[in-house]
Structure formats: structure tokens, C-alpha cells
């Protein structure tokens, strides 16, 4: 079992920037590939961005590209998310997630296995 807690979000101004962080504990939870889904309000979720367990490599949604970063700190066993230039069309509520099982590849929201309550964030135009 995984536990993810997460921290940050809420409003900025459009162009401003925002970073969540995403707290995992458990036995193995270094071992899970970590994401951010995203939800915008009447919408389903959509994948914004996820990493790794091994090797670190990120994967992005085409339209935060160049914009969201996502990282983690395996010592921590902390993820973040750092959302630069945001846009109002960014506006939504953001999960912490971690994939359904151990070294499996986690592309897209149905991967993962592992949800944090989530928090929204506005961008106001």
C-alpha cells in the first residue's frame, strides 16, 4: 500500500507559477512510478505528467510541455510539481497518484493505482 499526502496549489495569477508537493509513505513506495492527474471543472481526468521509479525519466501531457516540471526526491519520497506559466485553462483540481504496482510504467490516469485527495488550482486570467 501506498499513502500519498499532498501540499500546495490554490490560486496565482495567470502567468504566475505554483508548485505541489506530494508525500508517499509506505514500504515500497520508492519503488512506484509517480504522476499528476489533472481534473478541470465538468471535465474528466487527464494525465499532466508522471516519472519513474527507475532512471527518473518524465513523461507530459502535450499541453504543459516546456511549462510543468515534475521531479521526486527518493530520500524524501517526495514528488513535486513545479507549474510555471500558467494559463486559466490550467484551472483544475490536481491528484497525486503513484501506479498500481512496482516498477510498472505509468503513462495515464488508468495506471495508476494510488490517488491523493487532490487540491485545486485557479488561474485567474
Known amino acids: 500500500q501506498v499513502q500519498l499526502v499532498e501540499s500546495g496549489g490554490g490560486w496565482v495569477q495567470a502567468g504566475g507559477s505554483l508548485r505541489r508537493s506530494c508525500a508517499a509513505s509506505g514500504r515500497t513506495c520508492r519503488s512506484y512510478a509517480r504522476g499528476w492527474i489533472g481534473q478541470a471543472p465538468g471535465q474528466e481526468s487527464e494525465f499532466v505528467a508522471t516519472i519513474r521509479a527507475r532512471g527518473g525519466r518524465t513523461d507530459y501531457a502535450d499541453s504543459v510541455k516546456g511549462r510543468f516540471t515534475i521531479s521526486r526526491d527518493n530520500a524524501l519520497n517526495t514528488v513535486y510539481l513545479q507549474m510555471n506559466s500558467l494559463k486559466p485553462e490550467d484551472t483544475a483540481v490536481y491528484y497525486c497518484?503513484?501506479?498500481?504496482?512496482?516498477?510498472?510504467?505509468?503513462?495515464?490516469?488508468?495506471?495508476?493505482?494510488?490517488w491523493g485527495k487532490g487540491s485545486l488550482v485557479t488561474v485567474s486570467s
Open positions: 497518484a503513484a501506479a498500481r504496482a512496482p516498477w510498472m510504467l505509468a503513462t495515464n490516469a488508468r495506471d495508476m493505482g494510488f
